[in-house]
């Protein structure tokens, strides 16, 4: 294809990898989001955002991520970005049929109280609810979840005055999150979206100078 870079979005886990495995040296793999895995650049713009509005630095601030976190290749790379940049009270809170086996191992408290999981909290994470979910074994309802996982004003007055309000987007407006919330005065959501172009922008802005060097390099 003479490509130069591939951003790759692929439903199975670890296909950014394999291709990169594949493709000759002087070609840019970046991976867009793969299966249940990772999506590494919304865990950059998440933390860009997080250190750009934050009144604390990271290693004080007590995060919560909610929604669907077995299934979120977002809530995998938060975690982990948030643990390197020295996070140490992360909170994730789902019903338990939306929480992975396990998820203890990560270094994460787990709540099925919403409202116990974000008292005090810094900031709190909403992740999207895929629509195939709902109706499931998995949940119920979007009424039955919004009624005890929504991010609803009541929700956010119990963490910090000063919490931030995250989201990934696209969102379930009444499922995951009030409209009043979404677009209140705690929102960074609009932020997250401009931050992500920035870091999209760098992202390919690197890979482009390292293919250049690379190129160089086997003249």
Not at 5 to 30: C, K, L, N, Q, Y
Not at 36 to 62: V, Y
Not at 156 to 181: C, F, Q, T, W, Y
Request: with cysteine.
């Amino acid at each position: 294809m003479t490509a130069d870079i591939f951003v790759v979005r692929h439903s199975a886990s670890g296909a950014a990898h394999f291709m990169a495995t594949e493709v000759t040296p002087d070609i840019a793999i970046i991976n867009g989001g793969d299966g249940w895995h990772a999506h590494p650049t919304q865990g950059m713009l998440d933390m860009l955002t997080i250190h750009r509005e934050a009144p604390r630095p990271f290693e004080e601030l007590s995060i919560a991520i909610v929604g669907d976190i077995k299934h979120s290749r977002v809530a995998r790379s938060d975690i982990s970005a948030l643990q390197t940049l020295g996070v140490t009270d992360i909170r994730v809170c789902a019903p338990r049929t939306l929480l992975p086996k396990g998820i203890e191992r990560f270094g994460v408290q787990v709540y099925e109280n919403m409202d116990e999981c974000v008292t005090d909290c810094d900031v709190i994470m909403g992740l999207r609810i895929q629509n195939e979910r709902i109706g499931s074994p998995l949940l119920a309802s979007s009424s039955e979840y919004y009624k005890h996982y929504g991010i609803t004003p009541e929700r956010v007055a119990l963490a910090k005055p000063d919490a931030l309000v995250m989201h990934p987007g696209p969102m379930n407006r009444g499922v995951e999150i009030a409209s009043s919330v979404a677009d209140g005065a705690q929102s960074v959501i609009l932020k997250q979206v401009n931050n992500g172009i920035a870091i999209r922008m760098a992202v390919l802005s690197l890979a482009m100078e390292g293919q250049r060097a690379h190129q160089t390099a086997g003249k």
